[in-house]
């Protein structure tokens, strides 16, 4: 699985030309010549061990489950994340060109110290070009991290008006306290619970903010968001709340259901919440309180998941 926090601190144009050129002032030589090339190449090995190590901390962004693609696209863009390792690869060709060339001249007899400081200028000002993309590869580190850590287990998300009983469920049927990891648009939260069917792990998440009100109000932050859950999702379970205590009319929560019927294509389950306030039996309904009809929900989940 991807993991952000594997990806190491960038430095700043400034913090990265101290390391090089601090590196280079350190080396000796038997004359000025030797300890020009000595420098120029410390130089040069310094920066290119420094970007190859910082491109190849990065995954493959093509390559990743759809579900972390989709989060970091919406994030941050993917292209966006392409450009810099890009402008880093142009950086290093670049001042491994010039860093080589200065090194044929000394070689060649030119004056070292003109060399010398020719070929410094140069690389600070390709180094200084590609600031704000490293800083722009630096702060990537703490937005990726924001994204949950969310297993390959068989997912299950729960939708439903808000106040149906989405986190009560969730919670009811969770063998340990739900997780709460951050959704990283605006201040969303999602939680996350296990439960154990037939020995299969299922992960079993409540998104509220996100499938609890109408799809097509959204901003188009929000719907991408929503649209990162279809790749997470195996099964939906979508929760109405008949007695209407959640403040919501049922028209208004089968329009909802529409839209998710809509927008996924993953099995979507219907059953009524807060069975233990009314009598309404024409689809399956369990309570939370009580614990009625809970195994038969999660029969049903299990089929639909599990045994397909
Ligand atoms: N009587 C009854 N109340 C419930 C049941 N499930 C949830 N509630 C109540 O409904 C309210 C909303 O529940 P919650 O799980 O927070 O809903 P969510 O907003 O969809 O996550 C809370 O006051 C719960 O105590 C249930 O099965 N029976
Ligand atoms: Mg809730």
Same mark, same amino acid.
């Given at each position: 699985?991807?993991?952000?926090?594997?990806?190491?601190?960038?430095?700043?144009?400034?913090?990265?030309?101290?390391?090089?050129?601090?590196?280079?002032?350190?080396?000796?030589?038997?004359?000025?010549?030797?300890?020009?090339?000595?420098?120029?190449?410390?130089?040069?090995?310094?920066?290119?061990?420094?970007?190859?190590?910082?491109?190849?901390?990065?995954?493959?962004?093509?390559?990743?489950?759809?579900?972390?693609?989709?989060?970091?696209?919406?994030?941050?863009?993917?292209?966006?994340?392409?450009?810099?390792?890009?402008?880093?690869?142009?950086?290093?060709?670049?001042?491994?060109?010039?860093?080589?060339?200065?090194?044929?001249?000394?070689?060649?007899?030119?004056?070292?110290?003109?060399?010398?400081?020719?070929?410094?200028?140069?690389?600070?000002?390709?180094?200084?070009? /590609?600031?704000?993309?490293?800083?722009? +590869?630096?702060?990537? =580190? !703490?937005?990726?991290?924001?994204? @949950?850590? &969310?297993? #390959?287990?068989?997912?299950?998300?729960?939708?439903?008006?808000?106040?149906?009983?989405?986190?009560?469920?969730?919670?009811?049927?969770?063998?340990?306290?739900?997780?709460?990891?951050?959704?990283?648009?605006?201040?969303?939260? /999602?939680?996350?619970?296990?439960?154990? +069917?037939?020995?299969? =792990? !299922?992960?079993?998440?409540?998104? @509220?903010? &996100?499938? #609890?009100?109408?799809?097509?109000?959204?901003?188009?932050?929000?719907?991408?968001?929503?649209?990162?859950?279809?790749?997470?999702?195996?099964?939906?379970?979508?929760?109405?709340?008949?007695?209407?205590?959640?403040?919501?009319? /049922?028209?208004?929560?089968?329009?909802? +259901?529409?839209?998710? =019927?809509?927008?996924?294509?993953?099995?979507?389950?219907?059953?009524?919440?807060?069975?233990?306030?009314?009598?309404?039996?024409?689809?399956?309904?369990?309570?939370?309180?009580?614990?009625?009809?809970?195994?038969?929900?999660?029969?049903?989940?299990?089929?639909?998941?599990?045994?397909?």
């Amino acid at each position: 699985m991807f993991e952000a926090k594997k990806l190491p601190t960038v430095l700043t144009a400034e913090e990265l030309l101290d390391k090089a050129f601090g590196r280079a002032s350190k080396v000796s030589g038997r004359n000025k010549r030797e300890k020009t090339i000595n420098k120029l190449s410390t130089v040069s090995n310094v920066l290119r061990d420094y970007f190859s190590k910082i491109i190849k901390a990065h995954p493959s962004y093509d390559n990743l489950p759809d579900f972390y693609k989709e989060m970091i696209d919406v994030l941050v863009g993917i292209r966006r994340i392409k450009k810099a390792l890009a402008a880093l690869n142009w950086a290093n060709s670049m001042t491994q060109k010039i860093l080589t060339k200065a090194i044929r001249d000394v070689k060649a007899g030119k004056n070292p110290e003109h060399v010398l400081k020719g070929a410094y200028g140069r690389v600070a000002s390709i180094i200084e070009q /590609i600031d704000p993309e490293l800083r722009f +590869l630096n702060e990537l =580190k !703490v937005k990726l991290r924001e994204i @949950p850590a &969310l297993t #390959d287990d068989p997912t299950l998300v729960v939708a439903g008006y808000p106040n149906v009983g989405k986190s009560s469920f969730v919670a009811k049927i969770s063998t340990v306290k739900p997780e709460i990891a951050s959704y990283p648009f605006t201040t969303k939260r /999602i939680y996350v619970g296990y439960t154990e +069917l037939d020995g299969v =792990k !299922v992960q079993v998440i409540d998104t @509220p903010g &996100l499938l #609890d009100r109408p799809i097509h109000k959204r901003n188009e932050i929000e719907k991408r968001a929503i649209l990162c859950l279809k790749h997470l999702a195996n099964c939906i379970l979508f929760i109405i709340d008949p007695t209407e205590t959640c403040g919501f009319p /049922i028209e208004n929560q089968l329009a909802l +259901l529409d839209e998710i =019927k809509e927008n996924f294509d993953v099995p979507i389950i219907v059953a009524y919440s807060k069975a233990d306030l009314h009598d309404r039996r024409d689809l399956p309904a369990f309570s939370s309180v009580t614990g009625e009809g809970i195994d038969e929900i999660l029969k049903i989940v299990k089929e639909k998941m599990i045994k397909r």
